[in-house]
């Protein structure tokens, strides 16, 4: 059985960066997209940035484009890099991997735990 462990997360003020890693181990694991959703407090949860299985096309949500990168530097993890935070992106954050890269969230066959990130003034 494939499980996505998640690392990073914590406490950020505003405008600094934070770095998440995702990594997916056991099981089969082939021609997976990888990447994060994330659900703020009383908000629906809602995609952030997918990668395809060879990394070589990425998908961003709006409200991250042009400040966050996500990197798979292996076909098992992914990192993304978020800068410039803000308020808004405080959200537990959430590791995914489905066969290809969509919006929605039953689209995503595995899920990681949640890793919390909190950007404070």
């Known amino acids: 059985q494939v499980r996505l462990v998640e690392s990073g997360g914590g406490l950020v003020q505003v405008g600094g960066s934070l770095r998440l890693s995702c990594a997916a181990e056991g099981g089969a694991f082939n021609s997976y997209a990888m990447g994060w959703f994330r659900q703020a407090p009383g908000r629906e949860r809602v995609l952030v940035a997918v990668t395809s299985w060879s990394g070589d096309s990425t998908h961003y949500a709006d409200s991250v484009r042009g400040r966050s990168l996500l990197s798979r530097d292996t076909p098992r993890t992914v990192h993304l890099q978020m800068n410039s935070l803000k308020p808004e992106d405080t959200a537990v954050y959430y590791c995914?991997?489905?066969?290809?890269?969509?919006?929605?969230?039953?689209?995503?066959?595995?899920w990681g735990q949640g890793s919390a990130v909190t950007v404070s003034s």
């Open positions: 995914v991997a489905g066969p290809a890269i969509r919006d929605g969230m039953e689209y995503y066959d595995y």
